[in-house]
């Protein structure tokens, strides 16, 4: 048997792995495909439906404002976990760049610290989105 045989058969038998490349490809491409679709729901409720309690009765394939808005939201919410995903697949450059390039250190450590940083950060973002609605919630007037 010639090695450019023995060479097929093993390609053939061993699973084929999908690289970080390839998955970072496919969720790029989710987020762009999600990110259009969020433009073109915003676009329709800002410019198809009509403004306020005017699109009272007014459907769109079978959708009200308030169905169009849930849509939104969902579509907002899928596009914010998949940004959330991209951002841990790419952590460790972030970090990279951070402590090369801005803040211009030669000596990086990796003792977990990144981690606990991008851990921190979510949950700074969390809060700050918390406070945010609760504020709001506060200081909404009834008609």
Request: with cysteine; aromatic share 12%; glycine share 6%.
């Amino acid at each position: 048997m010639s090695t450019e045989t023995k060479v097929i058969q093993t390609a053939k038998r061993r699973p084929r792995k999908l690289s970080w490349s390839v998955i970072n490809f496919f969720l790029d491409l989710f987020l762009l495909l999600n990110f259009i679709t969020l433009i073109w729901i915003a676009s329709v409720l800002q410019f198809i439906f009509p403004v306020g309690l005017n699109s009272e009765g007014w459907k769109l394939w079978g959708g009200d404002v308030v169905a169009w808005q849930n849509i939104q939201f969902r579509t907002l919410a899928i596009f914010t976990l998949g940004v959330t995903v991209h951002v841990m697949f790419h952590w460790s450059w972030i970090c990279g760049v951070i402590n090369k390039q801005l803040c211009k250190r030669t000596i990086l450590k990796s003792d977990g610290t990144d981690t606990l940083v991008g851990v921190g950060l979510i949950a700074v973002i969390i809060h700050m989105i918390a406070i945010g609605l609760l504020l709001a919630r506060w200081a909404i007037t009834k008609p």
